[in-house]
């Protein structure tokens, strides 16, 4: 079935360090695939999306390339802030099937 | 755009007592509406999804229930709730269409005791 791995958290690192979070996915069509970003006591928000192999995702810095080849969607950002500090998703949508497939969540700290 | 809201923001109830979450939707028609629980640390638990009125599937099976009363309206009951049903409850719509993206709502915080 169709499925998402991310990579286990928490992540912690110092002000404008490299950023990578792996995801990985599964799937037995052509699925779209999405970061969300939560901060605390929120809801999720949409960071970045791609709908098809190759397309990269990019918003606020962050950037993410669809690779059909390796089935693989990574966050990366060359410089986080303190501010980016917060729990990312890697998800991916099957439109045909109305159903989208959540990663367990990242959790980003930012040291200043 | 669109806009979901979800009341109560929080909420403690007693182990045993009933439950209804509320979630409403704005600035979209015919969505498809979404409630998922996160455990405290946990990632999404896709509990019912509905693709229209009273058209509701059911993910996992538990003493939760979904009722879609009017097109902008998802509703989570529960006749009587558990210590397990703790969490963060979130609501979510997507378009139905190529757009392919889920829009999630600020959450309802249930704590039972």
């Known amino acids: 079935g169709d499925s998402v791995t991310q990579m286990e958290g928490p992540v912690t690192l110092s002000e404008e360090a490299f950023l990578t979070i792996n995801c990985t996915y599964t799937a037995t069509g052509y699925p779209s695939l999405f970061w969300y970003v939560q901060y605390p006591g929120e809801g999720l928000q949409l960071l970045l999306k791609a709908t098809k192999a190759d397309d990269k995702g990019s918003n606020k810095g962050f950037e993410a390339t669809y690779r059909k080849e390796t089935t693989s969607f990574h966050l990366e950002k060359g410089s986080v802030q303190v501010s980016d500090s917060a729990v990312y998703f890697c998800?991916?949508?099957?439109?045909?099937?109305?159903?989208?497939?959540f990663g367990s969540g990242t959790k980003l700290n930012v040291k200043p | 755009s669109q806009t979901i809201h979800q009341w109560p923001a929080t909420l403690v109830q007693p182990v045993g007592s009933p439950l209804s979450l509320e979630c409403t939707v704005e600035g979209t028609s015919n969505p498809n509406l979404y409630w998922y629980r996160q455990a405290a640390g946990r990632g999404l638990q896709l509990l019912f999804y509905s693709i229209g009125i009273d058209q509701i599937s059911s993910e996992v099976p538990q003493n939760l229930s979904a009722s879609r009363p009017q097109d902008r309206q998802f509703i989570l009951s529960s006749k009587k709730l558990l210590l397990s049903d703790s969490g963060f409850y979130l609501c979510a719509l997507s378009k139905g269409d190529d757009t392919d993206t889920q829009y999630f709502g600020p959450g309802t915080r249930l704590t039972v005791l």
């Open positions: 998800a991916l949508g099957v439109y045909n099937f109305n159903k989208f497939y």
